[in-house]
């Protein structure tokens, strides 16, 4: 196999972080883990911060471990969207980069549209509010902290100022770009306007490349320290979404998918952006991806549900698989009590199940009491969320669609999977796991011309992986609990 034809991607979740190698032959793409770590955010007197010197610290030794399997040809870093470390003139950070779920910008979506109107604010970015967006992060410094902004030279999103940190080079690619809910549909660039109106300094934000542009070179001291001959650093699909969404192993340009991991993104890809009144009544995203392509897709809370109950359980020293825990749901009743798991107190860490018990409560419903009952709830809430989003979806693009594409860590939650084809009555098509790296690599393949464009690169994907497939059960009891959960919660 040539050596040309290899390739490093570094994945970073919110929780997780891991090193593989890609290796394409001309007709498939074999991947090998070499490297895996977690991603343990740090809290300090009340901030709570990503800790980037460490994750610098496995990037290195994913280099070592990948030049001692045999070496590659170029490296690209993905990662979770909207958060960002600044650096001063001299080239240093700041501060540590603050972690999304911190509370910093609590109140501030507000306070945006005091000074810009939410249908202005939308129309100009086309990108769904959420608190914890890039703009609001910075509002709240510019209020709360401005020594901070005063200090610093240039921003840089996580997978730019991990690269940064690599090739001494700053630029911000477009994809990682757009999550910030500071650039301009129309120009693909800042918007001085949001800029000025919210006071943020335009002189942070360097000049945004398109996905696959090449950064530069790693440094000599970094190649000497590891051990590697220089390789370029290509700008993949900087966000973890759109580089899922690239290794969509879809057959046509009309699919509908769901990007599964802590976060689930509902979605399609489209060749220009919707704003409209059902798009802002939605509240949808309309993201940058590879080609300038849109990703129209709806943030959902996801397995963080799961997971942080999970966590919690563990904290009181149940030790809980994520098996068990299906098996537990799969026992208890159906449809007894609905959560809607946007609610703003699912969003911080903490006693999940808890909040689920607090909910329903306050919603008047059954009060779920055992573990199983939480995690039925928390599972069947999902499904009919995701379903909500596709009824709202189609009627945004006018489009139906025959299958649901669901990518990433959630094809493993094969219940979620199967309520998902039930609630919605669509046919699930499930995979790739590796959907987010198998988009880093594809883009760096394309980027070195070893690809010749995204289509072919999703057929290369559709051979290279499994998919699993689910059809709709039991649908009329879907349906029938779809009409309670619509009434009680919206």
């Known amino acids: ?81 909207v958060d960002f470390g600044l650096i001063d003139s001299e080239g240093s950070l700041v501060e540590n ?27 100009l970015t086309g990108i769904q509010f959420m608190e914890l967006n890039t703009a609001f992060q ?53 918007s001085g306007k949001i800029l000025r109106t ?20 790693i440094r000599s001291g970094i ?24 290794a969509v ?31 802002i009544e939605m509240n949808v995203t309309n993201e940058g991806g590879y080609g300038y392509i849109t990703g129209f897709l709806k943030n959902i809370t996801g397995l963080w549900l799961i997971q942080e109950s999970r966590r919690h359980w563990q904290r009181r020293g149940r030790n809980y698989s994520y098996a068990e825990l299906e098996r537990l749901a799969l026992e208890a009743p159906p449809f007894k009590c609905f959560i809607d798991p946007d609610a703003p107190e699912f969003t911080p860490h903490g006693n999940i199940p808890q909040r689920v018990r607090d909910f329903c409560e306050k919603t008047g419903q059954y009060v779920p009491q055992s573990v199983g009952e939480v995690m039925r709830c928390i599972y069947e809430s999902l499904a009919l969320k995701y379903r909500l989003t596709f009824e709202k979806l189609r009627d945004c693009t006018g489009k139906d669609y025959p299958a649901i ?47 010749e464009n995204i289509s072919r690169a999703r057929e290369i994907i559709a051979l290279s992986e499994s998919v699993t497939e689910y059809f709709p059960e039991k649908t009329d009891e879907w349906d029938r609990a779809y009409i309670r959960y619509v009434e009680i919660l919206f």
């Open 405 to 451: 594409h669901i990518i990433g860590g959630g094809v493993k939650d094969t219940l979620l999977c199967r309520m998902t084809a039930g609630s919605c009555n669509r046919k699930v098509l499930a995979g790739p796991v590796e959907a987010t790296v198998l988009g880093n690599i594809a883009v760096q393949l394309l980027a070195r011309g070893d690809i």
């Open 198 to 217: 919210l006071g943020i300094p335009e002189r942070l934000f360097t000049q945004i490349v398109p996905s696959g542009s090449v950064m530069g070179q």
């Open 97 to 123: 980069p603050v972690h999304y779920r911190d509370a910093r910008t609590k109140g501030m979506v507000d306070e945006a549209f005091r000074l810009l109107p939410k249908e202005e604010f939308y129309r």
């Open 138 to 190: 910075l509002l709240s410094l510019r209020l709360n902290r401005p020594h901070i902004l005063d200090r610093a030279d240039k921003l840089l999103f996580m997978p730019d100022l991990l690269a940064y940190m690599l090739t001494g080079a700053k630029t911000t690619e477009y994809s990682i770009a757009t999550t910030s809910q500071l650039i301009d549909l129309k120009t693909r660039n800042w």
């Open 1 to 81: 196999m040539s050596h040309a034809k290899r390739v490093l991607a570094f994945d970073f979740g919110a929780s997780s972080g891991r090193a593989m190698l890609g290796s394409f032959d001309g007709e498939r793409i074999t991947l090998e883990e070499i490297h895996r770590f977690t991603n343990d955010p740090v809290e300090v007197n009340g901030t709570i911060y990503w800790d980037v010197l460490r994750l610098f610290y496995e990037i290195k030794q994913g280099l070592i471990k990948a030049q001692a399997q045999g070496g590659f040809s170029s490296v690209g870093i993905d990662t979770w969207g």
């Open 223 to 246: 190649c000497e320290e590891c051990g590697i001959e220089p390789v370029d650093v290509i700008s993949v699909c900087g966000h973890d979404t759109p580089s899922a969404i690239t």
């Open 249 to 279: 192993p879809a057959r046509n340009g009309d699919f509908v998918l769901i990007s599964s991991g802590t976060w689930s993104l509902f979605g399609t890809e489209l060749n220009s952006p919707i704003v409209n009144e059902k798009a």
